[in-house]
């Protein structure tokens, strides 16, 4: 039995995240996520916050197959693909990563090891193609990759809601109450009644 680890700043999920969440499911027996730091990345939010809104958002998916599994939580690929293996140890490994992402995983730590030790799938996002170079040095490191081809994750990005603006339309409706009422990314909420 496959399982599929999805890992993700999540600063904030947006649709995109639940449009992949929601087609791995259509894919994979069980899909495991959860939030983590990314060394490459500055977050908007600690990864306390982030992983509730991940939480949020699977409850909102509310399928018994998708879980937050917060423990394989870390900012190195090869240490949460180490942790899962203990958890699963019977188990076939899907590593899911966005096509926004395929660049960077040569510069991975141990990248050579990530790639032995799972099976890759490739999920494309809307305005992020793969080049043609990318898969080629993911195959020289021993990488066996699958691209998700019928699976296309809309263009939404969590750095549009960091930014401000008009982003809110790319959060889930699951997640909005949550940003509102904590003033998360700058997005605050109705003023609240004055006190009797």
């Known amino acids: 039995m496959a399982i599929a680890l999805f ?64 423990d394989l939580s870390s900012p190195w690929a090869i240490e949460t693909l180490e942790r899962a293996r203990r958890r699963w140890p019977d188990q076939e490994l899907v590593f899911v990563v966005g096509s926004d992402l395929v660049a960077q995983i040569p510069r991975w730590r141990q990248a050579r090891a990530v790639l032995g030790s799972c099976r890759l799938a490739i999920a494309p996002r809307q305005g ?39 982003a809110l339309a790319e959060v889930p409706p699951a997640l909005r109450p949550l940003l509102l009422e904590h003033n998360l990314y700058g997005l605050a909420g109705p003023p609240s009644p004055p006190a009797p």
């Open 7 to 70: 890992g993700t700043s999540a600063d904030p999920p947006t649709e995109g995240h639940r449009v992949l969440l929601e087609g791995l499911l259509q894919r994979y027996p069980r899909v495991a996520s959860w939030a983590s730091d990314n060394p490459m990345k500055q977050h908007g939010q600690p990864l306390a916050v982030r992983m509730k809104l991940l939480q949020a958002l699977i409850a909102a998916i509310g399928d018994p197959r998708l879980s937050l599994e917060a």
């Open 128 to 166: 992020w193609p793969l080049q043609g170079g990318e898969l080629a040095g993911l195959e020289a490191l021993g990488g066996r990759a699958e691209i998700l081809t019928d699976l296309m994750v809309p263009g939404t990005a969590s750095s549009h809601v960091r930014q401000g603006g008009p």
